[in-house]
Every structure is written in C-alpha cells, then in structure tokens.
C-alpha cells in the first residue's frame, strides 16, 4: 500500500526515455516510427498513452516492454540502461521487471489458469513457493476458484485477469497493459479498468495503451502521441480543466 | 528453466497432439523394433554357428596333410596327401616332446554304406582311437567307447550316432548295442551310442560311426593301407592352443624331417581360425541387416524433424507470449529439444519392446528351425538403439528448436 504523503516526494523514475528513436527498414524504405520521444513514468503512477494507429505507440510499448531496442537515445528502466544488455539479460528483464498484459489476453492453451500464472516463475528459476505465489495471484485478481480451469474455460474478462495475475506475479516494476480491453464488452472493461486503478492504489506503476477516450480515463496521466512524437503530456487534471 | 520442467512442458506438448504424437513415434517405433530384431536375428545366426564350432570339441587343432605334388610339382588337392602316420601321432602324445598336447588322435576317414537287416543308410565313418569321443567333445549314451585294445587288436566294432540308430534302429539306441552292421560289407559289432549332438548348420554331426582306426585300415581303406587324413590334437586350455600349435609343428618337422618350415608336408588349423572366420562372416551378416534397419530409423527421424516444424509454427504465438513473460532462447530451445527427444526417446522404448517381443515371438513360435536360427536379442544393441533413437530426436530436433528459439518475440506475438 502506498501512503499517500509519498506522492509529495520526488519519486524514483520507473521508465526514462532521452530521445528515443526507432527507424524499421522494410526492404529499401526506412520508417520513422519514433522520432525522438522523452517521457519518464514515476514510481507509482498510472499512465495512458494514447494515439492513432500509425502514431508509434505499438513500437513505443515494444520499446518500454523490452522486447526491441531504440535505435538511438537511451532507455532507463528502473536505473538500468536497456541498451546495454544481451538478450538473456533483457529477458531475464522482461521476466522480473516488466508485466505484459495484451489485448489478446495471450494465455498458454492446454494450461490452466494457476499454470499460465507461475510461468514466469518457472523462468525465473523459482521452485518451492511457485504454486503458493501462483495462488496468491490469482486470489488478489479475484479468480482463485477458477485456478485449475483451462482458458477456454474463462470468459473473455476472467482470461484478461489470469493475464493480469500472470503480470504481477513476480512483483514486476511495471505493469504495461497494450489494449487490455479491447477484446472486452464494456461491463468486462469496465471490471478490469476498476481493477487496474485498484492496483495502482497499492502502488502499481502502470503504463496503460489504448486509443480509446474513456479507457484513458481511468489513467491519473495521458501521454499523446502522433507520428512518432509526443504532442501532449497532460494530468488528469490537466485534462479536466482544458476541456472545460 | 530445469530439465525436469522442460519435460513437463514437453510431455503436455506431445499430449495436447496425441494422434500426430503417436504417428511421428511410429516412425522411430518401426526403425527400432527393425534394428533390434534383425540384429538379434543376425546375432542368433552368430551364436548357433559359433556353439557348433565349440561343439566340434574344445581347444583344438587339425593337422592335415599337404596337398601332394605330382610331377613338376602340381598340386593335387587339399589333404590329397598321405604324410601323415602313427609314428607321428605317438610322437605328438610324447608329453616331453610336446607337453601342452593334451591328447592326439588319428582320424582316417572311410565313408560307406552301413547295412543292417533290411535298413540302409549312409554315414561319415571314421577310424580313430578311443580318445576320439573325448576330444571331440561326444557323449556315449549308451554302451560305451571301445577300447585301447579293440584298437590294438583291430576289433570290428563300432560306435555310431543318433541318426544312424534312427536310420537302422528306429530311433531305439538300446537295441542297437551288440547288433552287428556291415559297413561296406564288413560285419562290425555296435558297442556304444554317441549322444545327439544336434544337427543343424554344419551338417549333420550325429550321422557318424567310429571304429578303431586299425581296424579301418584293415577292413575299411580300400587298399590305401594305414591312411591318417588328419590328426587333431587337444590343448587344455584357449591359452596353450597357440604353443600346442607351434610344438605339433616342431615335432612333425623332425618326424619328417625336414628343415624348413615352408616346405612343411602338412598344414595346421587351429578351431580358433574356423571360429574366426565364421564370426566374421556373421558379423558383416549382422552388421549389413542392422544397416539397413538404419536406414528406416533415419527416414524416422526425418518424420520428426518434419512434425516438429510443423509444430514450432503452430506455436509460434506461444512461443511469442512465452518470450515476452521472461523466456531465454535457451528455455525455447530446450523445452524443444526435449519435445523431440521425448518423441524419438518414447519410440525407441516402444521399439525395443516390440523388436524384442518379436524376436522372443519368433523363438517361442519355434518357426525359428533349421536353416533359421532363433534370434538372439543382444544387450549392446538395445541400449545403442535407445541411445541412437534419443540422438536422433536431438540431431533432427536442433534445427526446429533453433528455428523457434530464435524467433522474434514481436512478430511472433503478433502471429494468428
């Protein structure tokens, strides 16, 4: 639980951009997906990014999650350089500090919902506490008597939050959340954002993709992004006065 | 990640695609089963050759004449000479003479037709001594051997083997014993009855009558006088064969004395140099039939690798999601690899039990008889065959597990 007095402090940065570039080659063209992008995501915030498909915010979550390297500028994720680890070190990255949650809720097949949530453990060479973290998990997202059900099994919000349990099982840095309800009705969306801003409550940093106004909501921050730059990076608050 | 996790992974893999499991297994199931069952066929064919070959007697040595040479010195044939007599066999059981000789005997060959009553039938007749049956490693099962002096006195007596007792007795050795038979006309007394040795491969060894060789030359030679077509001689042990071989040489040298060892009137062959010979036959036999089984556990791992591939693709988003949540390329790799193994590994195992049951099957079935021997499953051959089949899930498993270890987490998630 974070006090709030905390958030009068100066935070430790969870994400720091410097001038993050990406440029793909397809064949001889080279796209400029980022073109120069700072943000820094403190330590228990909760943001949105938001923009248009094109806008580079794919690439931008792919960067963040460790997944792809910047092609210049310098990435920080909690005080470590990206840049400068191999690829065992970024998935060992991936798989302590960073928490996935996709669109396509992306569970194992064939696994049960306790499995797909202790395969991070596995990769993270844990053995004895596994199934008791797995539990734990799963309890804090509200699906421990679903622990033993196949995906198929689950609906479409209960899979998104084995996905979210999966997330945080190993206590992650970040939570980063691509479109989490975007193959959700809105009463399921409705349930995993409440659940989001419960976890940011307990002092979840989380980074939050979606091109969709009201999902963006939910965030205490929303970072704007169109054609590789950030055109607007705004409180909640901020938000709430300029509209008005 | 552990091995004991991988395999875990991999087995719920294998089990999520029972049927294609099953499928690419029987692949490896075929290969195996046909390695472990030719071989043991091969093997079964090595081991009744080489029991008949010990069965001939142990530790022995054949020394027969040179081939003679007629005018101008052309050959005349193996064993076509007579260099060979009884002054040179004593000479060979003089034990200060040739001390590691355990025992020496004179065969003189002398085939015929053998009568009795209204039966006939035609046996290998040899003339020897009384030590003969030892040497050669035959048991008297009734009666018994003729003696020292049946030999002495060239007594027309006889001791005969199990197919010649069924060719003239009705298969009844006891009525045979103190019947008289005439081989080649000459009336001789039935005194004992080899025990059957067997009669498959090397012809038949129980169609075999012996008599005193004095008593061949007299009645039996037609006119050859005292014919020795071969001497075999005993060593007591595998290890005195080789010095038995060299002193019987030195002894019949100055017998005949003569001084150099390359114009030696007689050759010696050593039942070690038969034993060899035949096990080497056998073994390029075993060898050729476990090569071609081979050939089907190749086409079965070929199976592999094409399921496997297949497999990587299909999971290619699993793949993606698990590199993502924290997976090294080692993990992908190995959880892979093990599939493969798993799969080629679990074909193997099932191989060895069908290849060994058939092979027990064939044996119990008693269609293994005569010219085919029963399959003998050899130990080496099973562990190689497992080991053979896990390395061929790990050699055609390397490249799809390389293939999906290195995929790109990003496409790959975006995969459909």
Redesign the interface.
Known sequence: MMDPSAAAQPAHAMIELEDVTKVYRMGSVAVNALKGVSLRVDQGEFVAIMGASGSGKSTLMNIVGCLDLPTTGRYFLDGVDVRRLNDNQLAAIRNLKIGFVFQMFNLIPRATAVHNVEMPLIYAGLNSQRRQLAMAALDAVGLADRARHQPTELSGGQQQRVAIARALVTRPAILLADEPTGNLDSESSGEIMRLMVELNAQGHTIVLITHENDIAAFAKRVVRLRDGLVVADQTQQQRVEASA | ??VV?ALALAL?GLN?NRLRSVLTMLGILIGVAAVILLVAVGNGASVQIQSQIQGLGSNLVYIYPANARGAGGVSQGFGSGQTLTQADVDALNDKTRAPDVVTAIPVSQASGIMVYQSQNWFASTSGSTQDFAQVRNYEVSTGAMFTDSDVRSAAKVVVIGETVVDNLFGGDPSSALDKTIKIQRQPFRVVGVFASKGSQGLGNQDNIAVVPITAAWSYLSGGRGKNISQIIIEAGSPDTVQPATSEATQVLLTQHKIGDPSLADFTTQSQQDILNSATQTTAIFTVVLGAIAGISLVVGGIGIMNIMLVTVTERT??I????????????VLLQFLIESMVLSGLGGVLGIIVGAGAAAWLDNAKIASGTFPPPVVSYPSVFLAFGVSVGIGLFFGIYPANRAAGLN??EA?RYE
């Open positions: 990640m552990k996790e719920s999520s988003r699993e993606g999601i698990r590199k993502a949540i924290g997976a090294r390329r080692s993990d987490p990003i998630l």
